[in-house]
């Protein structure tokens, strides 16, 4: 690797380290095969991370930052809730699809998180992250449709982000795309019973 800013060695480090991850698994993610990777000496690694356990952190940040921002659903203004949500959901199939290698060393890095002593607090940070950003979509969809939610918000965006993380992982397994589909179908006209109009007096209307 030639003579690079540190900041910028470090970015090029979790890339290659997310590749390696990606492609051969995170028992594979050395610092020794991601230096290899990079086109980088062992010792510019060691330099850049603490340790092993610093640069699976950075890995796993560096996934779900680039997940959440590919999910990005087309525009479908005034429809309903089953609309909006089968939109929203098929964007994130897409992401699922096109990225399968770094869908499974999220979960691979869940179990190395909560199995090893330090990095425990790395998974709850994931679920964090992956929880907040389902309630921002339930709340979005909420809004563009004018209703609200009968469900406590929390409630309801652990029910979707379980629903989303076990079809996931079923999917790595099998690969059935078609029945994969056809369950977020399913879910997404479900959160229509899940809503009421919001209704607005006509004196607030016009106040």
């Not at 869940?110 to 979509?137: F, I, K, N, P």
């Amino acid at each position: 690797m030639a003579r690079v800013r540190a900041k910028v060695r470090r970015e090029l480090l979790i890339e290659a380290a997310v590749r390696v991850a990606a492609r051969d698994g995170v028992a594979a993610t050395t610092t020794r095969a991601v230096a290899a990777e990079a086109g980088a000496s062992l010792a510019s690694v060691h330099y850049c991370f603490d340790s092993k356990q610093e640069l699976l952190r950075e890995v796993l940040i560096s996934i779900i930052n680039e997940l959440a921002g590919d999910w990005l659903p087309s525009a479908t203004e005034g429809a309903g809730v089953a609309v909006l949500a089968r939109a929203e959901l098929r964007a994130l199939w897409d992401v699922v699809e096109r990225e399968p290698g770094k869908q499974q060393v999220t979960y691979e890095l869940t179990h190395h998180a909560l199995r090893t002593e330090g990095l425990e607090e790395l998974a709850r940070w994931q679920y964090e992250v992956y929880y907040e950003r389902s309630a921002q979509r339930l709340r979005d969809i909420a809004a563009r449709a004018a209703v609200e939610w009968t469900l406590p918000l929390p409630i309801l965006t652990r029910m979707l982000m379980n629903m989303i993380d076990g079809l996931v992982l079923g999917w790595l397994v099998d690969r059935n795309s078609e029945l994969a589909r056809g369950a977020l179908d399913a879910f997404a006209d479900s959160l229509e019973g899940m809503s009421r109009a919001i209704v607005t007096s006509p004196g607030l209307e016009h106040s």
